[in-house]
């Protein structure tokens, strides 16, 4: 488990990180999500020991990442938002490389890249060099450079930005295979669609703090809870206004056109009861449902500002 406590970092006067609490749990596939300059990079970089902190805790393992860097940096395999160049350069020279980095060399060096390479599927590219690779090989070439010495937490920063759909629908399904063989995931991203489809877990990020984290499937939950029943009824409109009035989980009750369209604050159970409760009084319904939330809509809510409308739509931003 990985917990950020408290964590702050000041660049000159800007408080680009402020009191920031986060929790990555074992497994997890985490999504990182806020607008741009909201302090992922930062973040990022403190959590892989490349940045100090002005205050704070990242826990790993029970200790003080940030009380040990050195540590940190063996507990966590990290891809940059770039790809550094590396001249005359094999594939295989370039993990040996790394390799060396961890101590891990001759035999054992070799069968640990070729099989990280094999699982990025790159194992037929091991005499190319490297800036002869297209950006998606890049990139997953960077993802078996990052766990070459078996990390616990790989930590990936905007990783699919400037890859076509293709390549980053397989980069993802490398991800997903990844976290399904154990590996704990933080993926970051300003591109809330990139994430809500990909991850167990999510941390939305503003202006420095976590304003909401949890597992994705339990915030639709709430986030539909508190969303309003839109009913429509046949006939007998007033028999159903009776009905809802004198219901206890009901709060408040709008008119649309054809529909009545109530805040209702129960369950599912005590939906059904209300639908029963409809028919018994004779009114005849032809529609009942819960209106649906989407992620896009908390994280709208959470951060709007105007600027930051490109977040809902990958597409528009990346011109596709
Ligand atoms: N070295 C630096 N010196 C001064 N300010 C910095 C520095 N690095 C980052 N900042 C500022 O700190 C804030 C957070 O930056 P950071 O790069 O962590 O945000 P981000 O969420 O990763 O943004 P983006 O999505 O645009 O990459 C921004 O306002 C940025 O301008």
Not at 117 to 134: I, K, M, N, T
Not at 261 to 266: A, K
Not at 277 to 300: K, P, W, Y
């Amino acid at each position: 488990m990985l917990e950020i406590r408290d964590l702050h970092k000041v660049y000159g006067k800007y408080h680009a990180l402020n009191g920031l609490n986060m929790t990555v749990r074992d497994g997890a596939l985490y999504g990182f999500v806020g607008p741009n300059g909201a302090g992922k990079t930062t973040t990022i970089k403190i959590m892989a020991g490349l940045l100090g902190a002005d205050g704070g805790s990242v826990m790993i393992g029970g200790e003080d990442g940030l009380a040990s860097p050195a540590r940190l940096k063996k507990m966590i395999g990290y891809v940059p938002d770039f790809f550094g160049v590396y001249d005359n350069l094999t594939v295989s020279e370039y993990m040996e490389f790394f390799a060396s980095c961890y101590n891990m060399d001759g035999l054992v060096a070799r069968k640990r890249y070729t099989a990280l390479l094999e699982q990025v599927g790159l194992e037929d590219r091991l005499d190319f060099y490297v800036d002869g690779l297209s950006r998606g090989m890049k990139q997953r070439l960077c993802l078996a450079r990052a766990l070459i010495h078996d990390p616990e937490i790989l930590i990936l920063d905007e990783p699919t930005s400037g890859l076509d759909p293709r390549t980053r629908f397989e980069f993802k399904e490398i991800l997903k295979d990844l976290q399904e063989s154990g590996r704990t995931i933080f993926i970051s991203s300003h591109v809330l669609s990139e994430l809500s489809e990909l991850c167990t877990d999510i941390g939305i990020l503003d202006q420095g703090r976590l304003v909401l984290e949890g597992n994705i499937q339990d915030i639709l939950t709430r986030v539909n809870a508190s969303n309003p029943l839109v009913i429509s009824v046949y006939s007998n409109r007033e028999q159903a206004l009776n009905v809802l009035k004198s219901h206890p989980c009901v709060q408040t009750i709008s008119l649309r056109e054809n529909e009545i369209c109530v805040r209702f604050m129960g369950d599912k159970q005590d939906e059904a009861m209300l639908l029963q409760q409809l028919i018994d009084a004779e009114v005849l319904v032809n529609g009942f449902v819960r209106e649906t939330g989407s992620l896009e809509s908390v994280f709208m809510q959470l951060t709007e500002r105007e600027e930051e409308r490109s977040v809902l739509s990958y597409e528009a931003e990346s011109g596709l």
